[in-house]
């Protein structure tokens, strides 16, 4: 068993949509959790970032992390054709940066 | 944030050379990291690069393999050896800003090994 279980997609919606990212883990020490965005052929895009279980809010998007479930989630409000990209889960025991990912989830949002 | 960049950005190479790759941070980073993100799959940490001294190395990855240096907060290389087609991938670096646990990454260096 994978210690991040992100379903890969793809997932498709249409402009405007409310998406919904999910990732499940099994490592409770997990404390650090983050999503980046990935377009083809460049580095990963720090999206959010949130520490411990609770909700962050930016913009159209929103991170949710439920500790107790093991479970954390980002949701893309009014999603938009540019929001079409790979979205990585991460997450680490600690400030000391060593990052267990997901596998991706394949978004494309259609006009 | 920080501004990673890397040079080269891809790279086709014989079996049997070796690449270095370099990664330069646009502010002094506490930490730098290289990842691997081969064909279809997500990112698995190769090592994590000490200033002035050896990398840390993760499982299932040697110092033989994949030397890294980092001479000083701004500045990190990974060199492949001895590539094998099996080396063909993604390799990203990354950091960590100071006083913060945010990480940052690299445009990636595509490599192809033939």
Same mark, same amino acid.
């Given at each position: 068993?994978?210690?991040?279980?992100?379903?890969?997609?793809?997932?498709?919606?249409?402009?405007?949509?409310?998406?919904?990212?999910?990732?499940?883990?099994?490592?409770?020490?997990?404390?650090? &959790?983050?999503?980046?965005? /990935?377009? $083809?052929?460049?580095?990963?895009? !720090?999206?959010?970032?949130?520490? #411990?279980?609770?909700? +962050?809010?930016?913009?159209?998007?929103?991170?949710?992390?439920?500790?107790?479930?093991?479970?954390?989630?980002? &949701?893309?409000?009014?999603? /938009?054709? $540019?929001?079409?990209?790979?979205? !990585?889960?991460?997450?680490?025991? #600690?400030?000391?940066? +060593?990052?267990?990912?997901?596998?991706?989830?394949?978004?494309?949002?259609?006009? | 944030?920080?501004?990673?960049?890397?040079?080269?950005?891809?790279?086709?190479?014989?079996?049997?050379?070796?690449?270095?790759?370099?990664?330069?941070?646009?502010?002094?980073?506490?930490?730098?990291?290289?990842?691997?993100?081969?064909?279809?799959?997500?990112?698995?940490?190769?090592?994590?690069?000490?200033?002035?001294?050896?990398?840390?190395?993760?499982?299932?990855?040697?110092?033989?393999?994949?030397?890294?240096?980092?001479?000083?907060?701004?500045?990190?290389?990974?060199?492949?050896?001895?590539?094998?087609?099996?080396?063909?991938?993604?390799?990203?670096?990354?950091?960590?800003?100071?006083?913060?646990?945010?990480?940052?990454?690299?445009?990636?260096?595509?490599?192809?090994?033939?």
């Amino acid at each position: 068993q994978k210690e991040v279980e992100q379903d890969p997609g793809p997932l498709s919606v249409p402009e405007g949509a409310i998406v919904s990212l999910n990732c499940t883990y099994s490592n409770s020490a997990f404390q650090y &959790f983050m999503w980046y965005r /990935q377009y $083809s052929r460049k580095g990963p895009e !720090l999206l959010m970032y949130t520490y #411990s279980s609770g909700n +962050k809010e930016d913009g159209r998007f929103t991170a949710q992390v439920d500790k107790s479930s093991k479970y954390i989630s980002l &949701f893309i409000r009014d999603s /938009q054709p $540019s929001d079409s990209a790979t979205y !990585l889960c991460a997450m680490s025991q #600690s400030n000391t940066g +060593k990052l267990i990912f997901g596998q991706g989830t394949t978004l494309q949002v259609k006009p | 944030s920080a501004v990673i960049s890397q040079k080269p950005s891809r790279d086709i190479c014989q079996r049997g050379t070796s690449l270095t790759i370099q990664c330069q941070v646009d502010s002094q980073v506490t930490m730098m990291f290289w990842y691997r993100q081969q064909p279809g799959q997500s990112l698995t940490l190769i090592a994590t690069a000490n200033q002035g001294s050896e990398a840390t190395y993760e499982s299932g990855f040697v110092i033989d393999k994949f030397p890294i240096s980092r001479p000083n907060l701004t500045f990190s290389t990974l060199t492949v050896s001895n590539m094998s087609p099996e080396d063909s991938s993604i390799y990203l670096c990354s950091g960590i800003g100071t006083g913060a646990y945010e990480q940052y990454f690299g445009p990636g260096t595509r490599l192809t090994v033939t």
